[in-house]
């Protein structure tokens, strides 16, 4: 029903930058949120960003000031610019997508196969 395809990560020194791109295909027009979450060797995956329909953001306490989540309408596209990475950012980053259950069956929650970040020191 929906795709999501990332892309953008790779190795980094710290205090470098990274955009991760997340492009969404199929049944989009049901999203009502996307997002970016993160999960580190051995640990529980953790929300890091995310934007409404609306345009409303919201950010993890460990990322505020340094990444910054955006949209691009037209090409069905969510990016994370993330500015002043440090080596507690490495992680698998993986896109979803969320829609309501008023627009019918589930399943409610889409993700994308992950991109690997990995910031150096």
């Known amino acids: 029903q929906v795709q999501l395809v990332e892309s953008g990560g790779g190795l980094v020194q710290a205090g470098g930058s990274l955009r991760l791109s997340c492009v969404a295909s199929?049944?989009?027009?049901?999203?009502?949120?996307m997002g970016w979450y993160r999960q580190a060797p051995g640990k529980q995956r953790e929300a890091v960003a995310a934007?409404?329909?609306?345009?409303?953001?919201n950010y993890a306490d460990s990322v505020k000031g340094r990444f910054t989540i955006s949209r691009d309408n037209a090409k069905s596209t969510v990016y994370l610019q993330m500015n002043s990475l440090k080596p507690e950012d490495t992680a698998v980053y993986y896109c979803?997508?969320?829609?309501?259950?008023?627009?019918?069956?589930?399943?409610?929650?889409?993700w994308g196969q992950g991109t690997q970040v990995t910031v150096s020191s």
């Open positions: 199929g049944s989009i027009f049901s999203i009502n949120a």
């Open positions: 979803n997508a969320h829609r309501p259950l008023v627009t019918g069956p589930g399943p409610y929650d889409y």
């Open positions: 934007i409404t329909r609306g345009g409303s953001t």
